[in-house]
């Protein structure tokens, strides 16, 4: 089953205003990352928190988590048209026997219109 | 420059055909993945290798078949190609199974079996 899902499922907003998507999961995590996908290409990894973090900064990326209700949330600040991409939040399981998998949310497509 | 490479890129082929879309890393990663992306769906695991010689099945591994006999490449093999198998393909890899780690991800490779 889906273990992350974001919201909303697409986005649109103007040059410099700031985007906000939301993931949440199911079941506890070790850690939680972001990607961004250009359209049709490979991933891009943006950031990773840990589940003992609350808060973390990138550059005008600034994700927090919250375990006690399972979500994430990933702000970019003061967008930019080259912002213009899908993004997934992905996490891994805790439990050892089901290491190494890492399942991903459908994305939120954000649009950056100058 | 380090990176993940897959080959081919784009594929058209026939229901039956047996292929194989190579994957390579040049970053010593012991973590290996597959995924495959439809819309809708979003990114789903196939098979994933925590080390040499070692792989284990993700979320949909029905159809597929991987090797990890070196460290650095781990093959996807379509034995018989269906038409549901017309996917975007990713590889990634890792650099330690516990996904502490980001993944860095492929071009991809967009298959069509007809």
């Known amino acids: 089953s889906q273990q992350g899902e974001e919201d909303p499922q697409a986005l649109s907003i103007q040059e410099g205003e700031n985007a906000t998507m939301n993931c949440s999961y199911k079941?506890?995590?070790?850690?939680l990352q972001w990607y961004r996908q250009n359209s049709g290409r490979g991933l891009v990894h943006l950031i990773l928190i840990r589940s003992n973090e609350r808060e973390k900064h990138s550059g005008r990326l600034r994700v927090t988590l919250d375990t006690s209700k399972k979500s994430s949330s990933l702000l970019i600040t003061a967008s930019r048209a080259a912002d213009t991409a899908s993004y997934f939040c992905a996490t891994d399981t805790l439990y050892y026997n089901q290491g190494g998998k890492l399942i991903f949310g459908q994305g939120t497509e954000l649009s950056v219109k100058p | 420059e380090a990176q993940v490479t897959q080959n081919p890129r784009y594929l058209i082929t026939v229901t039956g055909k047996k292929l194989t879309v190579t994957c390579s890393q040049n970053?010593?990663?012991?973590?290996m993945s597959w995924y495959r992306q439809d819309p809708g769906l979003g990114l789903r695991q196939i098979y994933y290798?925590?080390?040499?010689?070692?792989?284990d099945k993700g979320d949909v591994p029905e159809g597929y078949k991987v090797s990890r006999k070196e460290k650095r490449n781990f093959p996807l093999i379509l034995e018989s190609p269906s038409p549901n198998q017309t996917s975007l393909y990713f590889c990634?890899?890792?650099?330690?199974?516990?996904?502490?780690?980001?993944?860095?991800f492929g071009p991809g490779t967009r298959l069509t079996v007809t």
């Open positions: 079941t506890s995590i070790n850690n």
């Open positions: 990634a890899s890792s650099l330690s199974p516990n996904q502490l780690h980001e993944q860095y």
């Open positions: 970053m010593n990663h012991e973590y």
């Open positions: 290798s925590m080390n040499v010689e070692v792989t």
